[in-house]
């Protein structure tokens, strides 16, 4: 079946670090890929995404690639932020499914 | 103009006892999902809605679950006989045409303890 692996943490960084979460999946044809982030207290939100091969996915700062050779999705960011603070989520999307299969997530925590 | 809204926030119940928790979509989408939360297992699928079609209910974890959406807006999640394994965050999402084309919105969650 369909599976994402994430380092699971904690990770902890001082302020303007660089920041890297792998990810890695296992899954049938060409899923689409995510990045979700949990700030404290708050529901999850979509960060970036990638529906194929090669593509980037970007926001924030944040930066993904879609590797369908390495079968990884590693998010990156150059300089963190103390706002940056949250759990993340790397999850996939079957094509033709609408069941998201989620990473257990990894607790970021960024000190000033 | 809200986002997904799910009530209660917090819910702390007996063994044995049944549950309902309540998701309001964003006005408007056709697509709703529950998926659970819990330390072990992270986020699970549990059931997928989508307009007037048949649930997808492959991810309820045994028949004491089960899942309704009235009128294509609300939607109410239970559990029957609740059981200690079965806290947990319990959080919905809705889309506007499903996730393969729009993002997925989600709602803060109703977290269950089963004591």
């Known amino acids: 079946g369909n599976s994402v692996t994430q380092m699971e943490g904690p990770v902890t960084l001082s302020e303007e670090a660089f920041l890297t979460i792998n990810c890695t999946y296992t899954?049938?044809?060409?899923?689409?890929l995510f990045w979700y982030v949990q700030y404290p207290g708050e529901g999850l939100q979509l960060l970036l995404k990638?529906?194929?091969?090669?593509d980037k996915g970007s926001n924030k700062g944040f930066e993904a690639t879609y590797r369908k050779e390495t079968t990884s999705f590693h998010l990156e960011k150059g300089s963190v932020q103390v706002s940056d603070s949250a759990v993340y989520f790397c999850?996939?999307?079957?094509?033709?499914?609408?069941?998201?299969?989620f990473g257990k997530g990894t607790k970021l925590t960024v000190n000033p | 103009g809200a986002g997904v809204s799910q009530s209660p926030s917090n819910k702390v119940t007996e063994k044995g006892k049944d549950v309902e928790l309540r998701c309001d979509p964003i006005s408007g989408h056709t697509a709703l999902y529950w998926y659970r939360q819990s330390l072990g297992q992270g986020l699970e699928f549990l059931i997928y809605?989508?307009?007037?079609?048949?649930?997808?209910k492959s991810g309820l974890p045994s028949d004491r679950f089960s899942a309704e959406r009235t009128g294509g807006s609300v939607s109410t999640l239970t559990i029957q006989r609740t059981q200690q394994e079965d806290s947990a965050v319990y959080l919905c999402a809705s889309s506007p045409m499903g996730q393969q084309n729009t993002e997925a919105f989600f709602g803060q969650g109703t977290r269950l303890t089963v004591v």
């Open positions: 990638a529906t194929k091969a090669d």
């Open positions: 999850a996939l999307l079957q094509g033709g499914s609408e069941k998201l299969v």
């Open positions: 899954a049938t044809g060409y899923p689409s």
């Open positions: 809605f989508q307009g007037n079609s048949a649930p997808d």
